[in-house]
């Protein structure tokens, strides 16, 4: 009685881990075909955007870089597939793309009702407005009635507008675009006293579009919670873990001032935690069915959260964007990797 119990556990164990540890029908097909296809922003400086050499830089591209290096060992195989607002998502649902860092807002409708999991937020961001200084307006309080404002449709920018005006009676005129660069020209050629959009991108729009970045400046308000945040098909479980743990690893490694530089050395004679982190213990890939060198080569393609982030968005960039709420909690920010155990 006793051996035919031990027998029923035992195939119980079994029959339970073959169910916790299923194959990513994605990774599967991303190795395969030995490239991964991240969708990316078309062209948003400090996120994605091709240099001249025809290479794809930016915040967003790097961690499409981590993920490959992860998965497929090496971070430049990748295919950057550039969309538009109102492609994105159809993008990632028919397969278009494995993976969406595409300046994406997580919100309750694109979660619950269209067919994808956002993995953890990389940035957090709000809802801002640009126009002239010459307007002489330093507060939306303070923008007369009547003004326009540009603003894309099929975007969350547009349903907040709509609510804020509502909510706080404000008699603006709503001058809808179907695309980001309909919006631009029309902005830029008078059409509309403000353009609205996440501050960020505001910021990036200034810097790359504008005649004299010095003739136009960002409102202080901020309207909405913007957490941009990849996002997978939500048919793949597995392939959403791997994609939240490439995340918590860059974010993991900056709070534990792993770096780019210094992961060698701290891969071989740091504390038992590091090496497990990165692989020099072995345990760490089986959960997610990789090796255990995952997170080694995330660090060492691109390097921890805060490394992409000043390279890309802060002091090293045009943008000399501080951290703000996209510092670690320890700091006072949002980022917050669950343990790594």
Not at 118 to 142: K, N
């Amino acid at each position: 009685m006793s051996r035919f119990l031990v027998l029923f556990l035992s195939l119980l164990i079994f029959v339970a881990s073959a169910h916790m540890v299923q194959a990513s029908q994605t990774l599967e097909e991303v190795r395969r075909r030995g490239m991964l296809h991240c969708g990316v922003p078309p062209n948003v400086p400090g996120f994605a955007s091709v240099m001249e050499n025809g290479r794809w830089t930016g915040f967003e591209v790097d961690f499409c870089r981590a993920l490959a290096a992860a998965v497929l060992g090496d971070g430049e195989r990748v295919k950057f597939v550039p969309l538009g607002v109102q492609t994105r998502i159809p993008a990632l649902q028919t397969g278009e793309v494995d993976v969406l860092f595409r300046s994406t807002t997580w919100t309750y409708s694109r979660d619950a009702a269209m067919g994808v999991h956002f993995a953890s937020t990389i940035f957090y961001d709000g809802q801002a407005f640009m126009m002239r200084r010459s307007q002489g307006v330093t507060r939306l309080s303070e923008v007369p009635a009547g003004a326009s404002v540009c603003v894309q449709a099929g975007t969350t920018a547009h349903q907040n507008l709509t609510d804020y005006l509502q909510v706080h009676r404000l008699d603006l005129r709503l001058m809808v675009f179907n695309s980001e660069q309909e919006m631009k020209t029309a902005f830029f050629t008078d059409r509309c006293d403000l353009y609205t959009s996440d501050s960020l991108l505001l910021m990036a729009l200034r810097l790359s579009a504008a005649p004299n970045p010095d003739d136009f400046l960002i409102l202080p308000e901020r309207i909405s919670k913007e957490p941009m945040t990849p996002a997978v098909r939500d048919d793949d479980p597995a392939w959403f873990n791997i994609l939240r743990w490439v995340i918590f690893v860059m974010i993991e490694a900056e709070e534990r001032e792993i770096t780019q530089a210094n992961a060698p050395e701290m891969r071989s004679h740091g504390n038992p935690e590091n090496r497990r982190l990165l692989g020099s213990v072995p345990g760490i890939g089986g959960p997610l069915g990789l090796d255990d060198e995952w997170a080694y080569r995330i660090l060492r393609t691109v390097g921890n959260y805060g490394e992409i982030f000043e390279r890309h968005l802060g002091a090293k960039s045009p943008l000399q964007l501080e951290r703000g709420l996209n510092d670690l909690w320890t700091r006072g920010g949002l980022l917050y990797a669950s343990p790594m155990r």
